[in-house]
Each structure stands twice: as C-alpha cells, then as structure tokens.
C-alpha cells in the first residue's frame, strides 16, 4: 500500500512540472527585425499597424528607426530581416547588389519645403519647384537665413541632394547659408524652428510636429519632383544564412494586403485632417 501511494506521489509530482514547462511551439514567439526610416517610426504608423501583425503570428516585430541610409547598411550587414524605407535609388541598388530579394510598393506621401512663417522670401508663390529654390536661395543670401539639412544620408536627405542642381547649385554645402547637421528628421524640425529658416522634410513627419514648431509653415509644395514613395524589401537569405526570410516575407504580405493598405489610407485622417500617407501597393 505504501509503495502503490509513493507511486502515485511521484506521478503527481511529474505532472505537476510538467505543467510548469513553457509550451515552447505554443507561447514563444519569434523575432523579426524591421529597419525602417523614422518618419514611419515618428508619425505613429507602425504602432497602429504592427500589433495585429504580432498578434495574428505570434511574432515580436523589433523596430530599429534609423535614416533610410543607415537602415540599408544594417540591410547590408543581416542585421536585420527587412527594410521599410524611402530612396528609391538606393532601394534599387539595395536589390540589383543582391542584397535585397525583391521591392514591393507599400505607399507614398510627398516632400515639402518648410520656411519661416509668413513666407517672407514669397516662396509660395513660385510656379514651380526651379522658381521655388531660387526664391529661397535669394532670401537666404539677402537675409542670413539658413537651410538646415539632416546631412544623415536618409532619404529626405537623398532627395534634398538631388534637388539643388536643378537650379545650377552644385556646391550647396559649401554655402554660408547651407546647414548640414547629421541628425533625424524631428530634430532638424525643431533645429530649423529655431532658426526660423528652412529645410525639407516629408509632409507626414511635418503633420504630426507641426504644433510643436510654431516659427515654420509650409512654403512649397506639390511638384512632382517632390514625391516620396516607399517600398519594403527582405534582406537576401543568400547573402546572410541567418537571417529572418519567412517572417519577413509575412511581414511583406501583411503590408500589402487589402487591409493594411486600406489602415494606412486612413492614418492620420482623423487627428489632421488627411492621411500622412497614401497606399500604393499593386
């Protein structure tokens, strides 16, 4: 009898940690690493999108905010998973190096240039983005007043870049009136308020700052040079054995699925008045 009940202790005892033990399959989660530009990060997007991504695979997104140049290296160097970014000639290169497997669309907003308030270089009023620099450049000489560059190699930075030439500015950065500050999109914001001069920024960044930079308004926008699709693209499996492939293709499905696309048309609709983005996937 004492034996039958040391017996039935024992087993008790065995279920009983047995119970104790983590369901490994069941209740950990997996890993992705997302690197992406900070105006996904900083407007608010990916913290309305992403929970029902985790919930629904049980995987934990890990978001690195970073210039999209920065994003692409740690894309480059496998470490991280995928990439959400904005500088559609780096993306490009990013995949024909064979870093990147393949770019989806994912959406678009535009670039505008910001100014001090009540435009008085009378940017707004150019006919288009050549006239738009050249107002600007003019007040800037005549006036003192400074364009502040992010001078991170991010995407808004790619486009700052590339828009200079355009009006026979080749050497920007050697101009007294040219900023170049090395940091993310929020500080130059608040860097350029200050000074009351000018930059360019993304719209949807400026929308979700603009109560907090009181000295700034938008002085141009619309041209077609200024828009600012972005795309999302896993890192190549070939390239770094380790990395994440089959959740960041999930994570590639999910943003371009009907629903996702339909969240993001409506992010921001309801705090500003219009989306800080606009869905593009195809």
């Known amino acids: 009898m004492r034996k039958t009940n040391l017996v039935i202790l024992m087993m008790i005892f065995i279920m009983l940690i047995a119970g104790c033990q983590p369901n490994n399959a069941v209740e950990e989660s997996t890993v992705l690493v997302l690197a992406t530009t900070t105006s996904t990060y900083d407007s608010g997007l990916l913290h309305e999108l992403l929970p029902e991504f985790e919930a629904a695979h049980n995987i934990e997104v890990d978001v690195i905010s970073v210039g999209t140049g920065q994003a692409i290296e740690l894309g480059k160097r496998g470490d991280c998973d995928v990439i959400l970014v904005h500088a559609r000639n780096l993306e490009d290169q990013f995949v024909a190096e064979g870093y990147g497997t393949q770019r989806w669309d994912v959406m678009y907003n535009d670039f505008v240039i910001l100014g001090p308030k009540g435009d008085p270089g009378n940017v707004y009023a150019s006919v288009d983005l050549n006239a738009a620099i050249e107002n600007m450049r003019n007040h800037m000489e005549s006036e003192s007043v400074t364009f502040q560059s992010r001078g991170d190699n991010s995407g808004t930075h790619n486009k700052e870049k590339s828009i200079w030439p355009l009006v026979g500015i080749d050497d920007f950065a050697g101009q007294k009136w040219y900023n170049s500050l090395g940091q993310g999109m929020g500080d130059t914001l608040i860097a350029t308020n200050e000074m009351r001069g000018y930059t360019l920024t993304d719209r949807g960044?400026?929308?979700?700052?603009?109560?907090?930079?009181?000295?700034?308004?938008?002085?141009?926008?619309?041209?077609?040079?200024?828009?600012?699709?972005?795309?999302?693209?896993?890192?190549?499996?070939?390239?770094?054995?380790?990395?994440?492939?089959?959740?960041?293709?999930?994570?590639?499905?999910?943003?371009?699925?009907?629903?996702?696309?339909?969240?993001?048309?409506?992010?921001?609709?309801?705090?500003?008045?219009?989306?800080?983005?606009?869905?593009d996937a195809r």
């Open 205 to 279: 960044t400026y929308l979700s700052m603009m109560n907090n930079l009181p000295n700034l308004e938008i002085v141009f926008e619309g041209d077609d040079n200024l828009f600012n699709p972005y795309g999302i693209i896993p890192v190549n499996p070939e390239k770094h054995k380790e990395v994440n492939h089959d959740d960041a293709m999930l994570l590639v499905e999910f943003f371009i699925s009907a629903g996702t696309q339909e969240k993001i048309g409506e992010f921001g609709k309801d705090t500003y008045g219009q989306p800080l983005f606009f869905p």
